[in-house]
Structures are given as structure tokens and as C-alpha cells.
């Protein structure tokens, strides 16, 4: 498997995972038609592909897929408010979590277009009082380089989230604390360097950051339905209500948020059609210029590009997603066939991620099935013993080294608890020892010995991360 497909990253509240965009076995090129399919085809291999994730409470959202600017697919699924039933259509509206992120990029490309500052700039020309922001440039924050730690991993971050902040206030909270590394040393995802990206266009435009994407994206490309959570009052019609997995088979709302601590890294909402127009117009000159586009689509790290990942291969594409209290979002563009992936939920799991990269690769003619079983599969509770235990991830589990793990049963399932608590996650079982982890989207499978006991346990997003057993029941 290619670094760049390993980069692929999923953002959770201290959780940053590394997924690989589609389903099928690691290693190689995940596509091996030559030729997209046509739309009556593709209508009815996406549907019988997404239909089971909606039966089993894994999915509900709306899915587009356009080629060259024209629609091959276009459908809502599930329920957009489930208290009142009303339907999720292809004009509902999600949050989008870090797809906020490619907005924040283009605006600072933009403001760079208008001469009011460069990517190369110090931190330390808008922020006078930034430790170490002689050091820092725009360009580090752009790319994750910057060493300034992420906000979402802060002790009472999760309190914090529930009421409004401005940007400075935001900011004040992690300018003073030490680098995780020096800038430009390596590649860390954190969401503060696009609350500080967000600090930067308020200071440069003079305008709020909801009102300066406004004028300078979503007005001139006539999304009429995105808009930037400013306001937790402000009625939006036809935003679909967030929900959570819970336990097995079942959702529930999810936690309260005030989306302003999100500003720049994860706090607007939009359409699968308004998104399919932003998408268009990455393709041309109507907002962004060539040099512009060129630098936000360059790989400058390990597929890191100026708010995208950058994937290479058979079948070239720019790609980013996110995840946040509620929601989850894909949104994928091939560069060579103009082709483009939009999924967007509002159910705060990562097995969006995965419905995404599968569909793209249904739009390429490849096999895909969806990872829930059709028919559930039964685990007896002498195997569900036998997998009970605590265990201890190696160095090598690149967002957490060394966490511990527990696996503990809550009736008839297998619950992973990571770190400690807060990171937990039911496991639907899939049979032969493996589970689907239905928060994150990952395959979980245990390693036995002779007599069925596990002796440790592979989390698989993309490539294998293994926590041996330390202790029994």
C-alpha cells in the first residue's frame, strides 16, 4: 500500500485514524477497470452496494456522483430528523466537519490572489504574540507541520465545545503551550492550525469568517445552502439532525455542540448538490487561479496538500473527509476523468469513510460489498469469552503508541474500549473471528491459540495495528 493511501486521515475528539479509501485488500492499486461505468449500471450497483448500511442503522445521508459536471447519482437515504421522520433528500443539509478545511485553504489562497499576504508569511506578522510565530508560516499551518498541538485533545476540550467562542478566544487556549516539534519537522493533523487560519482571514479580510467565505466562494459559485455555524440560535431549514451510534444496532442523538469552536477547522454545513458545484469550480479559473490550485494540490508531505490529501495511482485524486458530534463526510475529486465522490451523513461514524472509497471504486467497475452482513451473524458467549481481555497496542499504533485497549461484552456484543475510555466502539460480528468496529469504520480480528483463547487482537484501517493480550478477564 502507497504512503499516500495510508494518509488518508479520519478526525475524531483525540483521535486522529489513518484510513484507507476502500475495502478491498491492501496493497496494490485499488482499481483495476479501465474505464468508469454508465449511469443505469451505476444507479444499481451503488444502491444494492448502500442499502444494507441503511437496514442496520449504519448509515443515513445522501450520496452524488458526477462526471465532468454532470450528475450520475443523486439520493438521499434514511431519515434526516428520525424524531419526526422526515426523509433525508439530496437538498438536505449536514455539517461537514474537516471538509470545512478545503474552504479555509481556498480563502487564504484568495487572499493571497488579492496581494494581502503569501503562504510564506510568519504566524508571527497576524499573531505578535505567538511563541514561536517568527518560526511558523502560513504554509505550516496549511499543512499540519506547524508542531502547534491540536486543540480537540485538550483536557476539557469536550466542556468547552458546548458554548460559543470567538477565534481569539480559541487561539489563546493552545498559543502558549510547547511545540509537539519544530516547524515544518514532520506532519501531525491538528485542528488548531485552521482555527488559526480562520484568525488569519478575520484579521486580513476585516470581515467575520462566515461572511468572508460568503463573499469570495458561496455567493459567486450560488451555493445557496452552505453556511458557517456562527450562530447555535439561527434556524436552518432543512439541516438534517446529528446522531451517534449506539450500542450494536441502534443511534441515539448526539452530544450537544457549539460549532464555533469548530470555526475554520470543521464548522460549516452544506449540500451534496452545493458541493458538487464546489467541485466544478476547483476545475476552473472562477475562484481560484491556476498558481493557486496548483499550490493547494500539491503533494508537499506524504500526500498533504494545502487542506487535501493527495492520492496517486491508477486513478489520480484530491480527497478529504471528516468527522464530528453527529456527522461524517467524504468528498473525493479523480483529476484526470473530472469524476467526483460526495457522501455526507448525519451519523457521527467513520464507516461514511468507507462507504465513499467503495462507491468511488464501484464508479471505476470494481466488485465492492458492503462490510455489514446481510443476515446477522451470531457470536456464542463461550467465543465472546474467549476475546474478553485487556490488551496493549505496540509503538508502532501511529495515534496512540502503546494504548491500552479492553474488550469487554455488553450482552450479545463485543465492546473495544481504547485508551482508557472515550474512544469505544461496538463490534459487529462478521464471523471467522472478525468484527466490524461500528464507530470507526475498522476491521478488528483476534489471533487465537490452540484452544480458541485470544492472544491479541489487529485493528485494520488500511494496514494492521496489533495490541497483544496483557491480562484475562
Aim: net charge neutral; charged share 25%.
Amino acid at each position: 500500500m502507497s504512503r499516500s493511501k495510508k494518509r488518508l486521515w479520519v478526525v475524531a475528539f483525540g483521535l486522529t485514524l489513518p484510513m484507507a479509501l476502500f475495502s478491498g485488500p491492501a496493497g496494490g492499486d485499488p482499481f483495476s477497470a479501465p474505464k468508469p461505468e454508465g449511469p443505469a449500471s451505476l444507479a444499481a450497483r451503488i444502491e444494492a452496494y448502500v442499502g444494507p448500511y441503511v437496514r442496520t442503522n449504519n448509515f443515513s445521508g445522501a450520496v452524488l456522483v458526477a462526471r465532468d459536471g454532470q450528475v450520475l447519482f443523486r439520493k438521499g437515504y434514511g431519515l434526516a430528523v428520525r424524531e419526526f421522520g422526515v426523509p433525508v433528500t439530496p437538498t438536505t443539509k449536514f455539517q461537514i466537519a474537516s471538509v470545512s478545511k478545503s474552504f479555509t485553504a481556498a480563502a487564504i489562497m484568495i487572499l493571497e490572489q488579492q496581494g494581502r499576504l503569501r503562504v510564506s508569511d510568519p504566524l508571527g506578522r497576524y499573531i505578535p504574540d505567538f511563541p514561536n510565530g517568527d518560526r511558523i508560516t502560513i504554509h505550516h499551518l496549511l499543512t499540519h507541520t506547524s508542531g502547534i498541538p491540536n486543540v480537540n485533545a485538550f483536557p476539557g476540550y469536550e466542556e468547552k465545545s458546548l458554548f460559543p467562542h470567538g477565534l481569539g478566544e480559541i487561539v489563546s487556549w493552545f498559543k502558549d503551550k510547547p511545540l509537539d516539534f519544530e516547524p515544518g519537522a514532520r506532519y501531525s493533523y491538528s485542528n488548531s492550525n485552521y482555527n488559526v487560519l480562520a484568525f488569519i482571514i478575520e484579521s486580513v479580510s476585516g470581515r467575520s469568517y462566515g461572511e468572508f467565505l460568503a463573499e469570495a466562494i458561496f455567493r459567486p459559485l450560488e451555493m445557496k445552502d452552505t453556511g458557517h455555524r456562527g450562530d447555535a440560535r439561527a434556524v436552518i431549514p432543512d439541516l438534517a439532525g446529528g446522531y451517534s451510534p449506539r450500542g450494536g444496532e441502534d443511534v441515539e442523538r448526539a452530544a450537544d455542540l457549539d460549532w464555533t469552536i469548530k470555526t475554520g477547522n470543521g464548522s460549516l454545513y452544506t449540500t451534496v448538490d452545493d458541493l458538487a458545484k464546489w467541485d466544478r469550480a476547483l476545475d476552473g479559473d472562477r475562484v481560484l487561479d491556476a498558481d493557486s490550485r496548483r499550490k493547494m494540490f500539491t503533494d508537499y508531505i506524504d500526500g498533504v496538500g494545502y487542506g487535501w490529501f493527495i492520492r496517486k495511482g491508477a486513478h489520480p485524486s484530491v480527497a478529504i473527509n471528516g468527522r464530528a458530534p453527529g456527522f461524517s463526510a467524504s468528498l473525493e475529486r479523480f483529476v484526470e476523468d473530472k469524476s467526483g465522490v460526495i457522501v455526507l451523513s448525519n451519523l457521527y461514524s467513520s464507516i461514511t469513510h468507507t462507504i465513499s472509497g467503495d462507491i468511488a471504486a464501484i464508479v471505476y467497475g470494481e466488485d465492492r460489498k458492503p462490510l455489514v452482513p446481510s443476515t446477522p451473524v451470531e457470536v456464542g458467549a463461550d467465543e465472546m469469552a474467549r476475546y474478553v481481555g485487556r490488551y496493549r497496542f505496540g509503538q508502532d499504533f501511529s495515534f496512540s503508541p502503546g494504548a491500552p485497549a479492553e474488550v469487554r461484552r455488553d450482552g450479545r456484543w463485543l465492546v473495544l474500549e481504547v485508551g482508557g475510555g472515550g474512544r469505544t466502539s461496538y463490534l459487529i460480528p462478521l464471523g471467522g473471528g472478525r468484527f466490524l468496529d461500528r464507530a470507526y469504520g475498522g476491521i478488528v480480528r483476534f489471533v487465537t491459540d490452540g484452544a480458541g483463547l485470544a492472544t491479541a487482537l489487529v485493528w485494520n484501517f488500511g494496514q494492521d495495528f496489533r495490541a497483544e493480550r496483557t491480562a484475562a478477564p
